[in-house]
């Protein structure tokens, strides 16, 4: 069974997380490290995908800032989305030369993890045909954005779970207007132990990858500072 590592985090800005993605990717890339799976959670951000719609914005840019919401316009695959606390985010870094050289299937796979992961919860999630997340009848409770690079991946799935969803009222999610989003909260009517589903996320995507986390780190944050620093 192939090792890997999880990085769990606290809550981390964005801008940290995606710099620290660049470089975990250019690590495994060269062999530097193994597999790699980080879950943590963001302040409130929104990002566009390289193939996303600005008019998808609905909020003014000024008023996003006056809000204290970051922007980003990223490089990885999909539209708009949200991230705040809540949330949980997932990056894989695989290599997928390890694994198999098929994006659609590592979407799939992705979808897969997070549908057992609520089962565990007692929620029936599945796919809808045509569309990439995780949905709960016709509301999607995760969405899913990659790049992919030299076969190793990079950015991942954001999970609602305690998640304020009227932050998605000034956005058209993922560029799909006539379908709602929800949280594990709403659908199971209580808050949800965060930690919890961080473990069975971890649990059932080494079961899905066929990998081991041989390394589990928490990482301490430094909003206003440049480096990730391990505690």
């Not at 695959?77 to 290599?95: E, M, N, R």
């Not at 379908?179 to 589903?197: N, R, Y």
């Not at 928490?218 to 440049?226: A, F, I, L, P």
């Amino acid at each position: 069974m192939k090792k890997a590592q999880l990085l769990k985090t606290e809550l981390l800005d964005y801008q940290q997380a995606w710099d620290w993605q660049r470089q975990l990717h250019s690590e495994r890339r060269f062999g530097a490290i193994p597999d790699t799976l980080i879950l943590t959670e963001h302040p409130h951000t929104y990002t566009i995908g390289k193939s996303g719609d600005e008019s998808h914005l609905v909020a003014d840019e000024a008023r996003l800032a006056t809000e204290g919401i970051k922007l980003y316009r990223i490089d990885r695959g999909g539209d708009i989305t949200y991230h705040g606390p809540g949330q949980i985010v997932g990056y894989p870094i695989l290599d997928l030369h390890d694994h198999y050289c098929d994006v659609q299937r590592f979407l799939r796979d992705l979808e897969e993890v997070i549908i057992r992961t609520l089962a565990e919860f007692g929620i029936t999630a599945g796919r809808v045909e045509g569309l990439t997340g995780v949905w709960v009848d016709d509301a999607k409770v995760a969405a899913i954005g990659i790049r992919v690079s030299r076969w190793v991946t990079m950015h991942g799935f954001a999970l609602n779970v305690n998640t304020d969803l009227s932050y998605f009222g000034q956005i058209v999610p993922c560029g799909i207007s006539d379908k709602p989003v929800t949280s594990m909260a709403k659908l199971l009517g209580h808050a949800v132990d965060f930690a919890e589903v961080q473990d069975k996320l971890a649990q059932h995507f080494a079961a899905v990858f066929g990998i081991e986390f041989v390394e589990r780190v928490s990482v301490g944050h430094r909003v206003t500072e440049d480096t990730v620093v391990v505690s």
